[in-house]
T-cell receptor, first 113, second 111 residues
Framework: DVKVTQSSRYLVKRTGEKVFLECVQDMDHENMFWYRQDPGLGLRLIYFSYDVKMKEKGDIPEGYSVSREKKERFSLILESASTNQTSMYLC????????????FGPGTRLTVT | GQQVMQIPQYQHVQEGEDFTTYCNSSTTLSNIQWYKQRPGGHPVFLIQLVKSGEVKKQKRLTFQFGEAKKNSSLHITATQTTDVGTYFCAGPSGGSYIPTFGRGTSLIVHP
């Protein structure tokens, strides 16, 4: 059974802290995605990776960076957390083509105070 | 920005009524995907449509892809409380090959 896991379900951080969100998939997928989900705004793509060490900016990359050192792991980094980054963060992966179905992790609800 | 528009944002129905959500793009989509997110859960893939005019059914759910491949719809017949959730469409648009998600339609079913 396919599985995407995220390091935390809930996280509370202070303004200015550096925050790491980790995502691991066990399906040997090439593509991995980070989204944030806010009420009424749906899923907005932050960053996308199509291979190890490769990344592309999504629609809202400002304030975020990513790292993909291993195929199964994709990390989202908030260099200096701000209150407007309080959100639900969802990781997803998909197979050979980005047009393939995406498998989502359970999400991390991040609160920045 | 998001170039896949989805309506309505919310839909309240009585159990047993039908429900439809619509997805529209200003550009041609190579394919369209539909996902369902239960309250408190994460999006789960339902189906992908690729061909112009394609219609696919999954039990009470009917998915259509427009002839011009610029719009799609999801229709649920005789809704049940288990259908509650947010339905998202996603498709690569605006020259990108990466799927863009619509804002979703939240279905509320009243027993």
């Amino acid at each position: 059974d396919v599985k995407v896991t995220q390091s935390s379900r809930y996280l509370v951080k202070r303004t200015g802290e550096k925050v790491f969100l980790e995502c691991v998939q066990d399906m040997d997928h090439e593509n991995m995605f980070w989204y944030r989900q806010d009420p009424g705004l749906g899923l907005r793509l932050i960053y996308f990776s199509y291979d190890v060490k490769m990344k592309e900016k999504g629609d809202i990359p400002e304030g975020y960076s990513v790292s993909r050192e291993k195929k199964e792991r994709f990390s989202l980094i908030l260099e200096s957390a701000s209150t407007n980054q309080t959100s639900m963060y969802l990781c997803a992966s998909s197979g050979t083509s980005v047009t393939y179905e995406q498998y989502f992790g359970p999400g991390t609800r991040l609160t920045v105070t | 920005g998001q170039q896949v528009m989805q309506i309505p944002q919310y839909q309240h129905v009585q159990e047993g009524e039908d429900f439809t959500t619509y997805c529209n793009s200003s550009t041609t989509l190579s394919n369209i995907q539909w996902y369902k997110q239960r309250p408190g859960g994460h999006p789960v893939f339902l189906i992908q449509l690729v061909k112009s005019g394609e219609v696919k059914k999954q039990k009470r759910l009917t998915f259509q892809f427009g002839e011009a491949k610029k719009n799609s719809s999801l229709h649920i017949t005789a809704t049940q409380t288990t259908d509650v959730g947010t339905y998202f469409c996603a498709g690569p648009s605006g020259g990108s090959y990466i799927p863009t998600f619509g804002r979703g339609t939240s279905l509320i079913v009243h027993p």
